[in-house]
């Protein structure tokens, strides 16, 4: 079996490219016919993975979760396998799949996981709509967010150095300062069923329902149960249920803010009064107030959105999941 590992070797402040050789050697020393592939700019990882799914059994993304984001999404119609190597700034995807965080232990993870047939994990989609008429769109692996969690993710950029969680408590911080209200009108698809077409495309029956309309804090999608190096906003969510979480939290003073933050950090949250939880195939956004912004696996992708469709694709990809998993 033949394993390509994308390495992001500006991952960790640039301390990831020191792990090259590290990366190779672990490898090899378990029997793994392994080949590493360094990325030279941001996007270059996507078309990278995808070429080398020609031609290797597993493709290995090597960095936090910008990596996995950018990995996944040229692995999306292929055969190879994907796994991760958590190195990276926030590693939330990594641990969704119940990743060691330490290479020798994740190493072997790997190539445990090999050794037996790879678990269908799912995988989302985002399309949005920009003030102006310009659209986009993106898979994403762990997560969308709109609204605060959104500002929060393009400030975390300015603080990368600190690591993980520090780094994104830091862009909190200045984020609160920045924060203006917004509202939105969010429906949910949570009835009938849902199928991944040979196109790529969802196909579902139900109708979508009003989950909320009204001003807002943030808005979270989880494919996986944390963002941000660990902060649990959708603590039940699981990548191979065939749904995505949903946690909408209403305006909070400064004082809630103090209070509600250190519960998410543990996923107790969920019972605040300004905090709302749900389930579902498909959720559309819209705003009513301001313009929304969005990231994608922690990666800003739009600052002025007025429309938003997240939507689950169940059984996407093939994954090798480590030993934490709990499915």
């Not at 995505?244 to 250190?262: K, M």
């Not at 107790?268 to 956004?285: K, N, T, Y």
Request: aromatic letters at 4%.
């Amino acid at each position: 079996m033949r394993f390509a590992f994308v390495l992001n070797p500006a991952a960790r402040s640039g301390r990831a490219a020191r792990d090259a050789e590290p990366i190779l050697a672990g490898a090899r020393a378990l029997g793994m016919d392994a080949s590493l592939h360094a990325t030279t700019a941001p996007g270059h990882a996507t078309g990278l993975a995808r070429g080398l799914a020609h031609t290797h059994d597993v493709v290995v993304a090597v960095g936090g979760d910008g990596t996995v984001h950018e990995v996944m999404g040229g692995l999306i119609g292929t055969e190879a396998a994907f796994g991760v190597l958590p190195l990276g700034t926030g590693n939330d995807l990594a641990c969704a799949l119940g990743m060691p965080t330490r290479l020798p232990a994740a190493l072997a993870a790997l190539s445990s996981a090999a050794d037996g047939a790879p678990r269908m994990m799912d995988v989302g989609r985002v399309r949005w709509t920009e003030e102006g008429g310009a659209s986009g769109e993106r898979v994403f692996a762990n997560c969308v967010g709109v609204g605060f969690d959104a500002m929060v993710a393009t400030e975390a950029a300015r603080y990368k150095r600190l690591g993980g969680r520090a780094a994104y408590l830091a862009a909190t911080l200045r984020s609160l300062r920045l924060w203006r209200r917004r509202d939105l009108v969010v429906e949910v698809r949570t009835s009938g069923g849902v199928e991944l077409t040979a196109a790529g495309e969802v196909e579902s029956s139900g109708e979508d329902a009003l989950f909320y309309h009204g001003a807002f804090f943030l808005c979270e999608v989880g494919n996986g149960h944390s963002i941000g190096g660990g902060i649990l906003l959708t603590p039940e969510a699981v990548p191979d249920d065939g749904a995505l979480d949903l946690c909408l939290a209403r305006p909070l003073t400064f004082g809630r803010i103090a209070r509600v933050l250190p519960l998410a950090l543990k996923g107790a949250h969920v019972g605040e009064p300004e905090v709302s939880m749900g389930r579902a195939q498909r959720v559309s956004i819209r705003a009513v107030r301001g313009v929304l912004p969005i990231h994608a696996d922690g990666e800003a992708v739009a600052t002025r959105a007025t429309r938003v469709q997240t939507e689950v694709l169940p059984g996407a990809i093939r994954a090798l999941w480590g030993p934490g998993s709990d499915r």
